[in-house]
Every structure is written in C-alpha cells, then in structure tokens.
C-alpha cells in the first residue's frame, strides 16, 4: 500500500470520526430543541387559547351583563314613573299599556300583583295568572324594593323566562309587586353567537340549581347540571359550581372557563376541546420537524466542509511524522495555519530542522571519533611492537648479566685460589690476566647493551607519552559527542512535553480533540525513541570514555613503569661502569702482580676482595635484570590491552556511524 494512500484513509478515519461524534449530537440538539419549542408552543399556544377564552368569555359576559343592565334600567325607570305619578286605577292601566311594546325582550310588558290577590296588565297582553300570590316573580319580588332579576322559570305559555321583580309603592300602602317577564332568547344569542374563538362554544347556568339558561343544542335548554352527570365536561363544571372556584382550568380533554355574571346568580362557562388547540401545535411540530430534518442536512454538509477544510493540514503533518518515524530528516515542514494545528506543524518544522543540525553533527564528530581511533590503534600497535623489542632487549640483558655473573664467580673463584695458593705459577697469572681481558670485554659488552637499552626505554617513553595525549585529545572528543547527545536528549524531553502539552490540550477539547490527540501521541513516540537513541548513544559514549580513561590509567601506569626501568637502567648504566673500572683495576692489579711476584700475596687478597664485591653486584645486577624482564612484559602486556582498547573504540565509533546513517539528512 503506498504512502498517499494511508494517509488518505488516516484523513477520512479522522473525518469519520468527528462526523460519528458531533453528527449524533447535532441531531439530538435539534431533536432536543424541537421537542422544547414543541413543548413550549404547546404551553404558549394553551395560555393564549385560555387567554383567548378567557377575553372570549369575558366579552360574552359583558354583552350578557350590559343587555340585562339596559333592561332593567327601562324596568326600573318605567317603576320609578309608576311611584312617581301615584296614580289611580285608570291612570296606572294607562301607564302599563303605554310601556306596553317599548322593550322588546320583554313582549307582555310590565304587570303588578297586588296583596289582594289581584293581577294588573296592559290591555293588549296576553298573559293570564289566576293566582299571582304564588308566582315565581312576585314571589321573588316580594323580596326586594328595587328591580333585580330572579331565577329562570316556565311561564304558563310554557317559555323559559326570567323575571325583573321589585316591590312598588302607589296609592295606599298595600303591597304590591312589579315585574317584568324577559326571554332568554337574546341570552342565548349572546352566548351562542359571541365566542371569538372558533370551535369554542359557550353555555349560562343558573347556580340557583344549576339550571342550564342558554346552549347551543336547544334540548340541553332546562338541563340541570349534576356531579354525577355521564359527561366529564357538565360533571366537572358542576363539581366547580358546587366548590364556588370559578378559576379557568381544564376539565378532562377541555379548557374551560367560567365567568359570573354581576346582578344574577348566573355563571357562563366557555369551553375548547384540547383537540383544537393540540392541531396548531401539532402543525406546528411538523414543521419544526421538517426545519430540523433540513438543518441536519445542512448542518452535516457544512461539517464536512469545515471538517474536511480543518484537517486538511493534518495529512502533511502525518506524511512528515510517517518519514520522521523511519529516519529521513530530509523533509520539508510548512505552517499552513495559525491555529493548533498550524502552530503543531511549526514545531515540527523547527524539530527536523534542530535533528538534522544535530545529526549532521553527530556524523562529522563520529567521523572525528574513527579516525581518532584509528590513530590510537596504529600507535597502540606501535607501542605494541616497541615494548616487545624492549623485552626482547631486556632478555637478551638477562641473558648477558648471567653470562657476567658467572664470569664474576669464576673471577671469584680465581682470586680465592690466587690468594690460598701464593706460590702460583706465573701460568697461572697469565690464566688470570686471559680471564680479565675478557672480562673487561663482557662488561664493556654489557656496558654497550644497557646504553642501547637506555636509549630504547627513553623512545617507549616518548611514544607512550604521544599516545596518552592520544587518547586524552579522544576523551574531550568523546566529551564533546556526550554534550550533543545530552542535547538530543534534552530535545527529545522538549517534544515530548510538547506532545503531552499537545495532548492535554485534546483531552480538554473533549471529543473534538481526539484527532489532535492521536498525532500528539505519535509525537510522543517519535520523541520516546528520540530519546532511546540519545540514551543508547550517551551509553556507547559513557562506555567508550570509560575505556579511555582505562586506556589513560593504564599508560600513565606503563609511563610510570617506563620511567622507573629508565631509572633502573641507568643505574645499571652505573653499576656496569663501576664493574668495568673494578675489572681495569683488577687487570691493572694482576699485570702488577706478574711483574711484581713479591707482591702477589697482596694483590691476592685484594682481588679475593674485589671479587667477592664483584660477586654480589653481579647478584644484584641479576636480580635488577631480571626485574627489568618482568616490567619489559608487563609493559608488552599493557600495550597489548591499550591496542585491543584502541581497536573496541574504533569499533564503538563505526557503531554510533552506523546509528547516524539510519538518518536521512
């Protein structure tokens, strides 16, 4: 699969991603939303119609109130006119025909009922009463001085009426009633036909004994009300006149509303079906339906552009953080934006371009380290070969100061028989002259070899000296490496802290910043290894300055050793000069002693003397070569380590090359 394509399906996952989380919480928003402009338009929507009835009903109730006030009012004028005039029989019918006819809710006119028993009308009515004492009206206006209306009853005709009655004073003192027969016609036109609201309608009850005045259906016209009644709407319209709470409410599946109408004991009662006004809300939800359903649409269209738009820079940050991961700092990183992720592919830039002055580095001071290496290789192996010459020497002096000392026992020997036997032939003195000359050649030979020797420790020192500045000047090289991969490291801690600022930041988006969060994380990674290598690096430095600062330690010490053998040496030097100066004057001595017999006895003991001394420097000169031997090895030895050390730090440089190169810069 090719690179473009993998990040094409990161992009599209990313994408995905956001719509699965914000798509579903776009839709329940403005399901949620419907559903609250639904509930609340209901709520609204129930106030205003309740409202409305209740302006509805209040309006009926002021039509009812001022028509029946304008009735009486002309009742109680035409009573007033009556007391007024105090007229006689005759006057009094003249009075009653001449209001006959005036109001036309009242089509009988005004008639009295006297204590008597007698009943008085106009001429032209035709209302009968045989026994008006016990009449609804006179009954109820018996009751009061001024004109009020009293409760619905049937007159003889059998009409639903209602009576203005008042008593009335004229003439003597008799009482005597007045009324006033009114239909309910125009009460019922008034309720029937004055509801603004449609589908409401509207009925008048007598609270007396929940009489129905006026309704819609004329049969229901007489009804009366009871808690018991088989519809929900009467029976809980008459449960509120039982309680006397005349507030709106809703009484099953209505809204009704209740309004008493002032001077009667009557209450009108408008009411809605809930049907009615559940049609606009319900209208209404449907639209809002369709208004949501449409702005999903567009709301999921316009993610995906603003989506698509905002993550767009994320495929170029993931192309380079996919070429970071498998080493090539060759890329180029550009800001695209200001934002986060604009600002994410600024640091990233800044980071390859801080990796690849860093790498270069590391390559060049690499590069340095192996050469260094192997420069210290080449002198190590050197030094190798010089101190196994050296050994060689010093092997070959072993071998000489043995050869001297068994030369100085038989000199010993010879001068311990010189000095037993005086009376020695001259043969013998001769023997012993032989002895000395070659003596003195062994020893000017021995004398030779330790000056050569001499000369061959003062160039060990030297060279030893060259490559302790060797290996030093690879110490500060390997130092120097340790502070850039400190620096790496410190880098590598850097981008990781950007990642988990990166990450801290995702995690307070909240689910919009998931996205972020997986290239912080593989920022994250990508600093982790950053820092493994650094780490691994600073290891590989730490172990090869440790090998040095072996290497170091152990040239001083064959420095060291160098210089004692050097000092040795010339003691050697010193020791082979008195032995030469010893052996001329022990030749000297026998040549004397051949040409002076007399005095043999006395040279005798002076040359047993002379070699016995001769015998223990030869002791000590042996034991100071054979001593030599052994630093002549161990310095072969050490120089042998400081060449295997030499060629694991050119090794330990070849491996941080090869860590190097894994790079692309």
Not at 350 to 367: A, C, G, Q, T, Y
Not at 590 to 601: A, G
Request: proline share 1%; hydrophobic share 40%; glycine share 6%.
């Amino acid at each position: 699969m090719s690179e473009k394509t993998v990040k094409v399906r990161r992009s599209g996952k990313i994408r995905n991603r956001l719509l699965i989380f914000i798509v579903p919480i776009v839709v329940l928003m403005i399901v949620a939303l419907v559903m609250i402009a639904t509930t609340l338009s209901k709520k609204r929507l129930t106030e205003l119609s309740t409202a409305h009835l209740d302006s509805s009903i209040s309006n009926q109730g002021d039509n009812i109130e001022s028509w029946l006030e304008d009735n009486l009012q002309f009742f109680s004028t035409a009573k007033l006119a009556i007391e007024g005039m105090n007229p006689n029989e005759e006057e009094l019918q003249k009075l009653l025909d001449s209001f006959y006819g005036a109001n036309k809710n009242s089509p009988e006119g005004l008639h009295i009922g006297t204590a008597a028993g007698e009943f008085l009308k106009p001429t032209e009515s035709t209302l009968e009463m045989s026994d008006p004492l016990n009449s609804e009206w006179y009954k109820q206006g018996i009751t009061r001085v001024n004109m009020q209306y009293g409760t619905s009853y049937t007159n003889a005709e059998g009409i639903k009426v209602i009576s203005a009655s008042g008593i009335v004073q004229y003439g003597d003192d008799s009482i005597k009633v007045i009324a006033a027969d009114v239909t309910l016609d125009k009460i019922s036109s008034i309720v029937n036909s004055g509801v603004k609201m449609d589908k409401a309608f509207s009925y008048l009850i007598d609270t007396n004994d929940n009489t129905i005045l006026a309704h819609r259906e004329k049969d229901m016209v007489g009804a009366t009300l009871s808690t018991s009644d088989s519809s929900v709407l009467r029976s809980g319209v008459a449960q509120a006149i039982n309680d006397g709470d005349y507030s709106t409410r809703q009484i099953g599946p209505y809204y009704v509303a209740f309004r008493q109408i002032a001077g009667t004991d009557w209450v009108l009662v408008s009411y809605i079906a809930e049907d009615t006004i559940m049609a606009t809300v319900q209208e209404l939800g449907n639209y809002l339906i369709i208004a949501g359903l449409i702005a999903v649409i567009v709301i999921v269209i316009i993610l995906l552009v603003v989506v698509s738009r905002v993550i767009a820079p994320l495929a170029g940050i993931t192309r380079s953080i996919h070429a970071m991961s498998e080493g090539d700092f060759t890329i180029e990183v550009k800001q695209e934006s200001n934002d986060e992720i604009g600002a994410m592919g600024g640091r990233i830039a800044e980071f390859v371009e801080s990796m690849r002055h860093m790498l270069s580095s590391i390559s060049e001071e690499s590069e340095k380290l192996k050469q260094e290496s192997e420069t210290s290789d080449a002198v190590s192996r050197d030094m190798q070969d010089a101190s196994q010459s050296q050994a060689e020497a010093m092997q070959q002096l072993n071998d000489t100061v043995d050869q001297l000392a068994v030369a100085v026992g038989d000199i010993a020997q010879n001068a311990t028989t010189l000095a037993s036997v005086v009376s020695s032939t001259r043969e013998n003195s001769e023997k012993a002259d032989d002895s000395m000359k070659e003596t003195v050649k062994i020893s000017q030979k021995g004398r030779n070899d330790m000056e050569k020797l001499s000369h061959a420790m003062d160039g060990i020192q030297t060279a030893n000296s060259k490559l302790v500045d060797s290996i030093n000047e690879v110490g500060k090289a390997s130092e120097e490496i340790t502070n850039i991969v400190s620096m790496i490291g410190e880098i590598a801690e850097e981008t990781n802290l950007l990642s988990l600022n990166a990450s801290i930041e995702a995690a307070r988006a909240g689910e919009a910043g998931k996205g972020f969060a997986v290239v912080a994380t593989q920022i994250g990674k990508l600093a982790q290894t950053s820092s493994e290598s650094a780490t691994n690096i600073s290891n590989l430095i730490a172990e090869v300055h440790r090998l040095i600062d072996e290497a170091v330690g152990q040239a001083n010490a064959s420095a060291e050793s160098i210089e004692k053998n050097s000092e040795l040496i010339h003691v050697a030097v010193e020791t082979f000069d008195q032995i030469y100066e010893n052996i001329q004057a022990s030749n000297d001595c026998i040549e004397e002693m051949i040409r002076d017999v007399d005095k043999v006895n006395d040279v005798a003991t002076n040359v047993a003397a002379i070699s016995e001394e001769q015998a223990a420097s030869a002791d000590e000169i042996l034991a100071t070569s054979q001593n030599m031997v052994e630093q002549a090895k161990t310095i072969s030895r050490n120089s042998e380590d400081v060449a295997n050390n030499s060629h694991e730090l050119a090794n330990t440089s070849e491996t941080l090359t090869s860590h190097v190169q894994k790079f692309k810069i």
